[in-house]
């Protein structure tokens, strides 16, 4: 037998073992899950940034009321550091999804959701998805 073999088949026989194998796939979904919110953090971060600089470039070059004036004078955020914020939440970004891929590369758990499909899904569905594909 394999050493694969030997390792199901005392996690199959070893609650104490099984449960911490839970505990580590547990905390293996948690970093990926805090890892996608902080990409999306980020995410939105630059996009708030981006959308406020925006409309501060729009209004101050047509002169067209956009009833954004009061938003963008209870804003207080200078013209450059706007543009240094956008910058770091860029680079957020950008760092939450090398984190998230290094995170998905080192922990089971995209083998383990994909098993989990191919344990759920019907063999006559798998048959045509197959086929299809």
């Known amino acids: 037998m394999s050493l694969r073999g030997d ?63 009061r938003a963008l004078a209870l804003a207080h955020i200078p013209q450059s550091i706007t543009i240094s914020l956008e910058a770091v939440a860029v680079s957020g970004v950008i760092f939450s999804l090398l984190l998230w891929a290094l995170v998905a590369m080192t922990t089971p758990v995209p083998g383990m959701l994909s098993a989990m499909v191919r344990d759920h899904v019907s063999p006559e569905l798998r048959e045509r998805l197959w086929k299809q594909a």
């Not at 073992?17 to 996608?36: S, Y």
């Not at 990409?39 to 406020?52: K, S």
């Not at 600089?53 to 009321?65: C, M, N, Q, Y």
């Open 7 to 69: 390792y199901e088949v005392h996690l199959r026989g070893c609650a104490h073992c099984r449960g911490k194998q839970r505990l580590h796939r547990t905390v293996d979904l948690l970093l990926l899950t805090v890892t996608t919110m902080a990409c999306m953090a980020f995410m939105l971060a630059a996009l708030v940034l981006h959308r406020l600089e925006a409309i501060r470039h729009l209004s101050s070059s047509v002169h067209v009321h956009l009833g954004t004036e």
